[in-house]
Every structure is written in C-alpha cells, then in structure tokens.
C-alpha cells in the first residue's frame, strides 16, 4: 500500500494518540483517506488508528516532519 508522506505522518500521529501521548492536528483529508484504506475510523473522541493501521505502521519508519502540524498548547496557568 502506497501512502504519501502526509499521509504515514497522520498515521504515525494516530498510534501516538493511541498510546496516551500528545499529537498536533491531524489533516482531516489525510485522515479520511487513511479511513477510505481501513487503516484509520472516525468515532466521537475523533480519529483513531485501526489494527490495520498499526500494523501497517509497526515496522516502518516515522517520516520526517516539517513543520505541517499545530501542537496544542495549554493555557497559561493551566
């Protein structure tokens, strides 16, 4: 399976969600194709990665990034 590099971003970013940690936004277009694949699904908390996914992922390297995600940032004083 053939995915951009955009796309194996938001992937990685969803098994990191998974796992507890804290993600920048996640493209919604990136997201949606990655559902079209079976590899991610959308429920009320948002994306999530599949089984699929992860396993897809488990092996690879996590691409490069350049600076395409907003992290999320905490009020001050919070």
């Known amino acids: 399976m053939k995915l951009t590099r955009d ?4 992937l990685h970013n969803l098994a990191d969600k998974e796992a507890g940690q804290s993600v920048g936004w996640i493209n919604i277009s990136d997201a ?6 079976g590899l991610a699904r959308r429920n009320r908390g948002g994306w999530e990665i599949t ?7 488990e092996n690879q390297a996590r691409p490069a990034e350049t600076g ?8 001050i004083g919070v």
Do not use: K, Y
């Open 7 to 10: 796309q194996r971003i938001a």
């Open 32 to 37: 949606q194709t990655l559902t079209d694949l």
């Open 51 to 57: 089984l699929e996914g992860a396993a897809l992922i």
């Open 68 to 75: 395409s995600l907003v992290p999320f940032l905490r009020p």
